[in-house]
């Protein structure tokens, strides 16, 4: 059904302020160490032309690869990373929780006994130097595998001290610390055998004390779950791992906490990838659907149930969302193209109405997700979203007093460049229909569209395509001025600034 909207531009609820970090990113421990990670699509995939084989998360590591260390150096990332302004830096990841810290290089390029991993001073240093240059925060999470304690052991903080001080000597400190990523896959994320839910608050309960007395200018976040939410949204009666998820959802990992936390943390994904939809696929979703109501809604409730969590043992907390993307598993075979700009910009436009925080991408250049490319580091469709969501949307937050259906995800902020005025941004999520907008004045308008289909590799802004220039220019963001009455077409984003 075809929408009219008619924007206001008086008397508009405030809602609140969002901090200026929202957008920002994962830089996955595995690419700074290098390691596995997923493996890249083939264009016939990402097309939607190739038949995934669909296999169990139990094989996935047949579609992982070795990967060598993020050259952080890079001009061209340094370049576009810096584009997107101040953010906050995650190094985190499953491969975090089994790293050892060889910072004075005795280990002899060999990861210990208990550990899987190694991280050289080199490549923190080369971490740093980035953080430092993009005006960046820095978010970690620590070591907290065999080779620092057994289940039955309390966690001890020999290795994260390294981490801490050389940080901090270095003159990048830490800025804000979770104790262990995604800890409700407990021994699957890297913890030592037998750990079991009591283990895990007895130690973040330790680090967190630990953070609090040596580091105190540095944040405790937590609890760095994932799962259960979209699961309720789904309502998989039958899922197999429903009970288990019930008892070790994010509240089981916050209820018991002794020491404070400053910042209540978890981890969205809309579902799950092709790559490991076999025997979960019902929190895998059909590619038919991935502009409907109910996939956009997932972040939404997600973070309305996260909220919910957060307001009965961390009032007045800020949320973070410390891992974000379409699908967990690297990404679905449509994440690198056009169409994931609608569930990227609606997250951030939902997100906004529900509480002040940060949105932590997964990730900045690895996999399919990644707002660049892997590798050769060219920017995907999404880039150049958060690039306008950026430079568009101010910090202030209204109510845009349209209520959110297909066709019609209406958002509004003050301007970000601090003039009288609102920057809109209305998400046509139908693929029939178009919305017919009612401008109250002139304004200036941006609409993101497929290049010829939603699956494209490229977007286009007002018709023309965005790629790169000589030298890596960027391609001009400039809007076109507009009046009176404007169609939307299916399948667009728009932002109108009046």
């Given at each position: 059904?075809?929408?009219?909207?008619?924007?206001?531009?008086?008397?508009?609820?405030?809602?609140?302020?969002?901090?200026?970090?929202?957008?920002?990113?994962?830089?996955?421990?595995?690419?700074?160490?290098?390691?596995?990670?997923?493996?890249?699509?083939?264009?016939?995939?990402?097309?939607?032309?190739?038949?995934?084989?669909?296999?169990?998360?139990?094989?996935s590591?047949?579609?992982?690869?070795?990967?060598?260390?993020?050259?952080?150096?890079?001009?061209?990332?340094?370049?576009?990373?810096?584009?997107?302004?101040?953010?906050?830096?995650?190094?985190?990841?499953?491969?975090?929780?089994?790293?050892?810290?060889?910072?004075?290089?005795?280990?002899?390029?060999?990861?210990?006994?208990?550990?899987?991993?190694?991280?050289?001073?080199?490549?923190?240093?080369?971490?740093?130097d980035?953080?430092?240059?993009?005006?960046?925060?820095?978010?970690v999470?620590?070591?907290?595998?065999?080779?620092?304690?057994?289940?039955?052991?309390?966690?001890?903080?020999?290795?994260?001290?390294?981490?801490?001080?050389?940080?901090?000597?270095?003159?990048?400190?830490?800025?804000?610390?979770?104790?262990?990523?995604?800890?409700?896959?407990?021994?699957?994320?890297?913890?030592?055998?037998?750990?079991?839910?009591?283990?895990?608050?007895?130690?973040?309960?330790i680090?967190?004390?630990?953070?609090?007395?040596?580091?105190?200018?540095?944040?405790?976040?937590?609890?760095?779950?994932?799962?259960?939410?979209?699961?309720?949204?789904?309502?998989?009666?039958?899922?197999?791992?429903?009970?288990?998820?019930?008892?070790?959802?994010?509240?089981?990992?916050?209820k018991?906490?002794k020491?404070?936390?400053?910042?209540?943390?978890?981890?969205?994904?809309?579902?799950?990838?092709?790559?490991?939809?076999?025997?979960?696929s019902?929190?895998?979703?059909?590619?038919?659907?991935?502009?409907?109501?109910?996939?956009?809604?997932?972040?939404?409730?997600?973070?309305?149930?996260?909220?919910?969590?957060?307001?009965?043992?961390?009032?007045?907390?800020?949320?973070?969302?410390?891992?974000?993307?379409?699908?967990?598993?690297?990404?679905?075979?449509?994440?690198?193209?056009?169409?994931?700009?609608?569930r990227?910009?609606?997250?951030?436009g939902?997100?906004?109405?529900?509480?002040?925080?940060?949105?932590?991408h997964?990730?900045?250049?690895?996999?399919?997700?990644?707002?660049?490319?892997?590798?050769?580091?060219?920017?995907?469709?999404?880039?150049?979203?958060?690039?306008?969501?950026?430079?568009?949307?101010?910090?202030?937050?209204?109510?845009?007093?349209?209520p959110?259906r297909?066709?019609?995800?209406?958002?509004?902020?003050?301007?970000?460049?601090?003039?009288?005025?609102?920057?809109?941004?209305?998400?046509?999520?139908?693929?029939?229909?178009?919305?017919?907008?009612?401008?109250?004045?002139?304004?200036?308008?941006?609409?993101?569209?497929?290049?010829?289909?939603?699956?494209?590799?490229?977007?286009l802004?007002?018709?023309?395509?965005?790629?790169?220039?000589?030298?890596?220019?960027?391609?001009?963001?400039?809007?076109?001025?507009?009046?009176?009455?404007?169609?939307?077409?299916?399948?667009?984003?728009?932002?109108?600034?009046?």
């Amino acid at each position: 059904m075809a929408q009219n909207i008619k924007l206001k531009v008086d008397n508009l609820k405030e809602i609140r302020k969002m901090d200026p970090r929202l957008v920002s990113y994962n830089v996955e421990m595995t690419e700074v160490t290098g390691g596995t990670f997923w493996k890249e699509y083939t264009p016939e995939e990402i097309a939607g032309n190739g038949k995934f084989p669909m296999i169990g998360i139990s094989s996935s590591d047949s579609l992982m690869q070795v990967y060598p260390p993020i050259d952080l150096y890079n001009p061209r990332l340094r370049k576009f990373a810096k584009e997107i302004g101040p953010t906050w830096v995650r190094v985190s990841g499953t491969w975090a929780t089994k790293t050892y810290y060889d910072l004075d290089g005795k280990a002899g390029g060999v990861a210990p006994e208990g550990f899987q991993n190694l991280l050289t001073k080199e490549q923190w240093i080369g971490v740093l130097d980035f953080v430092k240059e993009m005006g960046a925060k820095l978010l970690v999470s620590v070591s907290n595998c065999a080779g620092i304690h057994s289940a039955e052991e309390p966690w001890n903080p020999s290795q994260a001290k390294l981490l801490f001080d050389f940080s901090r000597d270095y003159g990048v400190p830490i800025d804000a610390a979770e104790f262990m990523n995604e800890p409700n896959l407990l021994s699957g994320s890297g913890a030592p055998e037998g750990y079991t839910v009591e283990h895990y608050l007895r130690d973040q309960d330790i680090f967190n004390k630990w953070l609090h007395d040596n580091y105190p200018e540095c944040m405790a976040v937590g609890p760095c779950s994932v799962g259960g939410g979209i699961m309720g949204k789904l309502n998989v009666e039958k899922f197999p791992l429903k009970q288990l998820m019930k008892k070790m959802g994010t509240e089981a990992f916050i209820k018991g906490a002794k020491e404070p936390m400053e910042v209540f943390s978890y981890h969205y994904y809309n579902g799950v990838s092709e790559r490991i939809a076999a025997g979960i696929s019902l929190v895998h979703w059909k590619k038919h659907l991935i502009t409907s109501e109910k996939y956009l809604d997932a972040a939404p409730y997600c973070a309305k149930a996260a909220a919910k969590v957060r307001d009965k043992y961390m009032p007045g907390a800020q949320m973070w969302v410390t891992e974000s993307g379409d699908a967990g598993g690297g990404g679905n075979t449509w994440a690198s193209t056009y169409v994931d700009v609608l569930r990227t910009l609606n997250e951030l436009g939902t997100f906004s109405t529900i509480t002040d925080g940060i949105v932590f991408h997964n990730t900045l250049a690895s996999s399919d997700y990644g707002w660049l490319r892997h590798g050769t580091f060219d920017p995907r469709p999404d880039y150049f979203a958060i690039l306008l969501w950026n430079r568009l949307m101010g910090q202030t937050v209204y109510d845009s007093t349209e209520p959110i259906r297909e066709g019609a995800h209406v958002f509004c902020h003050s301007r970000k460049d601090g003039k009288d005025g609102y920057a809109y941004l209305i998400i046509n999520n139908s693929t029939t229909e178009s919305t017919t907008v009612e401008l109250p004045r002139e304004a200036v308008c941006y609409t993101l569209s497929g290049n010829g289909n939603l699956r494209s590799t490229t977007a286009l802004l007002n018709g023309k395509e965005l790629v790169m220039g000589e030298n890596d220019e960027l391609p001009s963001l400039e809007g076109v001025t507009v009046s009176g009455k404007i169609e939307l077409a299916p399948g667009t984003c728009t932002f109108l600034v009046v």
